[in-house]
């Protein structure tokens, strides 16, 4: 797979609003309309989580912009994600009240397959975000006086 090919959306405001506690690899349904708007880059992560329904792991409110093509799909619809049974129920098990299940990002692995990775997550307070934005300050900062 060339260099060019490969996809990597991240969500960046989940990393200043979550601390994540598990991460998991996840496989996603799509339509062929979906797939070619992934590949060209136009996917928002924003406002996006994921549920469970009936034992099966769902993706709510990630947009995927329609293309040109005559064909167009739903860009907010819900999407199911693969995962297998035993990493479904784990996942199940760990999810308790103040947690949630949240889209780090989307990335092509090396098969060329798109693939979600998620993360079981619990909100950040205030003083959390502020101790962020420090760390994030002090790294600049660093990287500046070495170059």
Partial sequence: MNKKDEIQIKNRKVF????????YVAGIQ???????????????????????????LFLKGMNI???????????????KL???KSELERLE????????????????N???????DIALAQGKKNFDKRSSIKERDLDRDLKRSLK
Avoid: M, P, Q, W
């Fill in 65 to 79: 912009a329609s293309t040109e093509d005559a064909f167009t799909h739903d860009s907010l619809r819900e999407r």
């Fill in 93 to 108: 098990r760990k999810l308790v009240k103040g947690l949630t299940i949240v889209v780090k990002r989307i990335f092509t």
């Fill in 16 to 23: 200043f609003d979550y601390s994540f506690l598990d991460n």
């Fill in 30 to 56: 799509l339509y062929g309309t979906e797939v070619k708007s992934i590949r060209k880059g136009k996917v928002s992560l924003v406002d996006s989580f994921c549920y469970f329904k009936s034992g099966e």
């Fill in 110 to 116: 090396d098969r060329g397959l798109i693939k979600v």
């Fill in 82 to 84: 693969l995962l297998n």
